[in-house]
DNA sequence: CGAGTTTGACCAGCGC
DNA sequence: GCGCTGGTCAAACTCG
């Protein structure tokens, strides 16, 4: 995210009365006027007058919004700014939280594979106990990396799309989530040890989150793709890249709805699509949220209702 | 027919 | 030891 996404969201309503109204009938609404009778001027007067008011307070109400809204941006930006130094920090650091390390991940599957963390093989193991590792390890190899990929909620597709060739291999239901996790190999290349575990954010299913484990030890395919001369869409790159991280990662989320983008180049592009991704989807959940608003909606008749009468009347 | 997906069974680690 | 849980296997199935 960036905080050049936030730059253009105040809430402009264009409700101001003062403004030449070029697309409202003039001598329609004077031939109206001009056959309504005294009484009904007088009461259209005070009507026009509680509108005003109104308008007023409504005008008022939009000033403070856009002023919260302005609070959060600050505010957003200093986290921001916070992230990326936490982010640059840790950069440097390749400690990795292992929730679990299985026999399973050391042995050599069907695919003559050694497990996702074969370059940190427990080679010097004797028996069980010893292979019992520390929640938290020191190694610098293994790369563990998150990405988040929002999609439709109703989609019940686990498939992100990076580029890479995967191969389903399991799915489960998990304990702390109700919707699924599907087990992905990369079948690109027959040893490539890197797997993909894909569920839904518990906060938000509309958000896939893709869990890499491991390096992939061939050439990405749109680079292979590339080489060939075929330039039409750049990819994710080496996932890897994407971010290696802590358990308290951050995370990378690509609005796949939004912007068509399956395949992103590399994190900059990334954080650029994100960054127009992210205004887009807020504005339409502003839009959404004072359309649905029944007080809204009147108050934005009444204002134009204003801007007419004050039209007609001056 | 081969490649990919689905899904129930199985395995292993962990906590009690 | 037992039950729970996450991860993997593999037969059956689907699809192009």
Known sequence: MESSSLQHTSL????????????????????????????????????????????????????????????????????????????????????????????????????????????????????????KRPKEISYSNAKVSRVCVRTDASNTNLAVKDGYQWRKYGQKVTRDNPSPRAYFRCSYAPNCPVKKKVQRSVEDPSVLVATYEGEHNHMHPSRAELSLGSSQCANLGSVSSVSSMRSSRPTVTLDLIQTGLSEISNKKSIVGVEGTTFQQVLLQQMASSLTRDPKFTAALATAISGRILDFTLN
Do not use: W
């Open 12 to 131: 402009d309503l264009n409700l101001n009365p003062f403004r030449p109204m070029k697309e409202v009938p003039k001598k329609e609404l004077a031939g109206v006027l001009a056959r309504a009778d005294d009484h009904q001027k007088e009461s259209i007067k005070g009507e026009a007058g509680f509108l005003a008011e109104e308008f007023d307070r409504i005008s008022s109400e939009n000033k403070k919004l856009t002023e919260m809204l302005a609070h959060m941006r600050e505010n957003y930006n200093a986290l921001q700014s916070h992230l990326m130094d936490l982010e640059s920090n840790n950069s440097n650091k390749e400690y990795l939280v292992i929730p679990r390390k299985r026999k399973a991940d050391q042995r050599t599957d069907h695919y003559g594979n050694i497990g996702v963390q074969g370059n940190i093989e427990c080679s010097s193991c004797s028996d069980e106990e010893s292979c």
